[in-house]
C-alpha cells in the first residue's frame, strides 16, 4: 500500500473493483496474452479529506506516445475551453508580455487562443502524440511530465506565468507534493491558477464509479484541494461547478495574500460538510450503491441477451473500462462500442475485449439498445442520435441509476 499522496499516511479502500486493465489500454489481439493489470481499490484519507487510488500505476505506462484521448473530438469540449481560454486572457494575462502555462495541454485545444493571438505560452504534456498534435496547430509545447524541477526549468527559460491552467490533469499526477510545489516555484505572486477535474461531490451524488479508473488518482474537492495547498502559500480564491466530464468543478489559486476568497468557497465547503465529503461514512455508502449499480445494469444486460436484443456500447471512454470490467460486460452483452477517434477503432476495449467500431457501424445497422458509455456527453450525443430513436432505439443509461431513456 502506498501512502496518502498529500500526508504519507496509510490509506485503506472502501472500495475494490478488482482486477483491471490500464482504462485506455485499447489494444490489438496480439496484445491480450501480454495486457497489464492492476488492483483497482479507491480509499479515503480523513485528516486530508481526499479520495484517491490505493495502488498506483506508474504514469509511463498511462501517458505515452499512443495516448488515445485527443480534446478535439467532442465539440462541446472544444467550446469549452475556447471560453476557458477567453477568460484566462481577458482576466489574467493584464502584464506587459503575458506569459500562459498549460498543465496537460493535450492537443491544444486550449492555448490555440493564445497561440494565434501571438501571446507567450507553453503547453506542458507528457503524451508524444498529442503534443504532435498541438504543435501542428502552432502551440508550443514542452513534452515532460510537470514536476518542481519542470516548473524550476521553465522559470529558467521563461520567467513565471501570469496565468496556470490545468484541465483535468491533476488528478492524473500522483506526487501531489511536488506538483504544488512546481505550482508555487512557476505562479507570479500575482498570478493565478485555474485548474478543474471532475468533482468528488459529483461522483458522491450520482454514484459514478466509472470516473474512478488508473489515471484519475485523486479526486478533489475544496475541502481536499484547501488541505493539499495550504502548506504551499496557495489558497483557493475561488470556484465554480461545471457539467463537463460528468461534472466536475473550477478551482481559482492564488498565493496566500493575493485576493480574498469569493463567498462562493465557504458557501461550497459547507455543502461538502452537509453531503459528508469529509467523512468515511459517505464512502462506504457510496461502495453499497456502487455495488447495487452493477447488479441492476447486469441483470438488465442479461435480460435483454434472453430477449434476443442488440446492445451496443456507445463511446469508448475511459470511464467504460471500470464498467465492462467491473460489470463483466462481454461481448456476448455488448455487441461491439462505437466510437469516433480513429486509433481507438478496429481496437478491443481493455480487458473485457469488446470490439470499437467506426460510428458508421452504429449508424449503418442501428441495434435495439445503445448502452450510453459516453454519458457525460449526453446532451450532444441525444442531439445528434435523434434518428436513432425515431427508429424505435432505446439508450441504457447507469448514472445517476440504471434506466432506460
Ligand atoms: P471522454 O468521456 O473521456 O471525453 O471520451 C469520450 C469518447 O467518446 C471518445 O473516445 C470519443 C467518443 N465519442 C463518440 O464516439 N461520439 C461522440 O459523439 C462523442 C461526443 C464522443
Ligand atoms: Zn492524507
Same mark, same amino acid.
Given at each position: 500500500m502506498s501512502g496518502c499522496m498529500i500526508c504519507g499516511r496509510p490509506v485503506a479502500p472502501f472500495i475494490s473493483f478488482g482486477r483491471m486493465p490500464l482504462a485506455n489500454g485499447f489494444l490489438g489481439p496480439e496484445e491480450f496474452s501480454t495486457e497489464f493489470f492492476f488492483e483497482l481499490k479507491a480509499g479515503f484519507c480523513e485528516p486530508c479529506a481526499l479520495v484517491q487510488l490505493v495502488d498506483r500505476v506508474p504514469s509511463e505506462r498511462m501517458f505515452h /506516445?499512443?495516448?488515445? &484521448? &485527443?480534446? !478535439?473530438?467532442?465539440a462541446r469540449m472544444v467550446a469549452h475551453f475556447r471560453k476557458l481560454a477567453e477568460s484566462v486572457r481577458r482576466d489574467?494575462?493584464?502584464?506587459?508580455?503575458p506569459f500562459v502555462v498549460e498543465i496537460g495541454s493535450n492537443d491544444g485545444t486550449m492555448l490555440e487562443t493564445f497561440a494565434s493571438a501571438g501571446l507567450r505560452h507553453l503547453g506542458v504534456e507528457p503524451s508524444a502524440n498529442v503534443a504532435v498534435e498541438a504543435e501542428r496547430r502552432g502551440v508550443r509545447t514542452l513534452r515532460r511530465f510537470f514536476d518542481e524541477e519542470t516548473a524550476r526549468d521553465i522559470v529558467r527559460e521563461?520567467? +513565471?506565468?501570469d496565468a496556470i491552467a490545468a484541465a483535468n490533469c491533476f488528478c492524473h499526477i500522483p506526487d501531489l507534493r511536488s506538483l504544488a510545489a512546481g505550482v508555487a516555484l512557476l505562479l507570479k505572486p500575482e498570478g493565478a491558477l485555474i485548474f478543474e477535474d471532475p468533482y468528488l461531490g459529483d461522483i458522491v451524488a450520482k !454514484?459514478? @464509479? /466509472? +470516473?474512478? @479508473?488508473?489515471?484519475?488518482?485523486s479526486y478533489f474537492s475544496v475541502l481536499s484541494v484547501e488541505r493539499w495547498l495550504a502548506p504551499h502559500?496557495?489558497?483557493?480564491v475561488d470556484v465554480e461547478p461545471l457539467p463537463v466530464h460528468g461534472g466536475s468543478m473550477r478551482y481559482v489559486i492564488r498565493k496566500a495574500g493575493a485576493q480574498e476568497p469569493a463567498p462562493e468557497v465557504e458557501a461550497a465547503r459547507a455543502a461538502e460538510r452537509r453531503m459528508g465529503l469529509d467523512r468515511p461514512e459517505t464512502f462506504a455508502g457510496l461502495a453499497r450503491r456502487v455495488e447495487a449499480s452493477r447488479e441492476a445494469l447486469r441483470a438488465l444486460l442479461r435480460k435483454l441477451k434472453r430477449e434476443g436484443r442488440r446492445v451496443v456500447g456507445y463511446g469508448a471512454t475511459s470511464k467504460s473500462t471500470t464498467v465492462t470490467n467491473y460489470c463483466g460486460l462481454t461481448p456476448e452483452l455488448v455487441e461491439f462500442i462505437s466510437d469516433t477517434t480513429p486509433i481507438k477503432q478496429g481496437k478491443f476495449s481493455p480487458g473485457a475485449h469488446i470490439p470499437v467500431r467506426p460510428h458508421g457501424d452504429f449508424q449503418a445497422r442501428y441495434p435495439d439498445y445503445a448502452l450510453l458509455f459516453a454519458w457525460n456527453h449526453a446532451e450532444e450525443i441525444m442531439e445528434k442520435e435523434q434518428a436513432f430513436g425515431k427508429a424505435g432505439g432505446r439508450w441504457i443509461v447507469y448514472v445517476p441509476e440504471v434506466g432506460l431513456r
Open positions: /506516445d499512443r495516448y488515445p &484521448f &485527443f480534446t !478535439a473530438t467532442s489574467r494575462m493584464l502584464s506587459r508580455d521563461h520567467g +513565471q506565468a !454514484a459514478s @464509479y /466509472d +470516473q474512478i @479508473y488508473d489515471e484519475h488518482a502559500g496557495l489558497r483557493v
